[in-house]
């Protein structure tokens, strides 16, 4: 029979307008986190990386938001351009762990 | 830099056979990772090593999933036998500082008929 596969939140932005990712992570003991790109057919790829200690964090066109309060995470990609289509991951690590835990992940499709 | 090197890129095999994914990570990284990644589950991790030792392999699915890592600058993961379920995308990803992220490599997709 077909498989059911994790439903992934899609999210359509007109070129050069701004978009915002959301992510929602699971553990209040997490200190570490990281939005990372993947492309189609192409490796995850390290955007911007954020610590517990910070709120905010700006990159060359990017911004990672952190709420430690309601456990949230944000991207914000200013003026967005075609090579931004991709499929964005939060990932989070907890103090003293290597470990990444990656979020389920979001499709970005810029409409020219 | 060549980054991390996955191979094979494609691999199609058929139901019982083995499978042995190829890794070769950053040089000078001191953290190596494995994941699959599927529609149903996500990205996951599988194992990891660190300074060539396993540390955590609570994500590897059963007995048919082995890693090594001989050294500083390989590790393979072998299934055997494998099953379609088996079916993925397998990243290998590497690190030095565990306080920074990981640089993926591009993975191998695995098809298993």
């Known amino acids: 029979g077909e498989s059911v596969g994790l439903h992934l939140p899609t999210l359509s932005v007109q070129e050069g307008d701004n978009s915002i990712i959301n992510c929602a992570y699971s553990?209040?003991?997490?200190?570490?986190f990281i939005w990372y790109k993947q492309e189609s057919g192409k490796g995850p790829q390290f955007i911007i990386d954020?610590?517990?200690?910070?709120d905010k964090r700006q990159g060359q066109r990017v911004t990672v938001l952190l709420n430690k309060t309601v456990k949230h995470l944000s991207l914000q990609i200013a003026a967005t351009q075609p090579g931004d289509s991709a499929v964005y991951f939060c990932?989070?690590?907890?103090?003293?762990?290597?470990?990444?835990?990656f979020g389920t992940g979001t499709r970005l499709t810029i409409i020219p | 830099d060549a980054g991390v090197i996955q191979s094979p890129r494609h691999e199609v095999t058929e139901m019982g056979q083995e499978v042995t994914l190829r890794c070769k990570p950053i040089?000078?990284?001191?953290?190596l990772f494995w994941y699959r990644q599927t529609m149903m589950r996500g990205l996951e991790l599988l194992i990891y090593?660190?300074?060539?030792?396993?540390?955590?392999d609570s994500g590897m699915p059963e007995d048919r999933f082995s890693a090594k890592m001989p050294n500083a600058s390989f590790s393979t993961l072998k299934i055997q036998p494998s099953e379609p379920r088996d079916s993925a995308v397998y990243f290998c990803?590497?690190?030095?500082?565990?306080?920074?992220?990981?640089?993926f490599g591009s993975g191998t997709r695995l098809t298993v008929v």
């Open positions: 990803a590497s690190s030095f500082d565990s306080s920074r992220g990981y640089t």
């Open positions: 553990n209040s003991a997490s200190d570490y």
């Open positions: 954020i610590r517990s200690n910070m």
């Open positions: 990932a989070e690590r907890y103090f003293g762990n290597e470990k990444l835990t």
């Open positions: 040089s000078g990284h001191n953290s």
């Open positions: 090593f660190n300074n060539n030792v396993p540390i955590d």
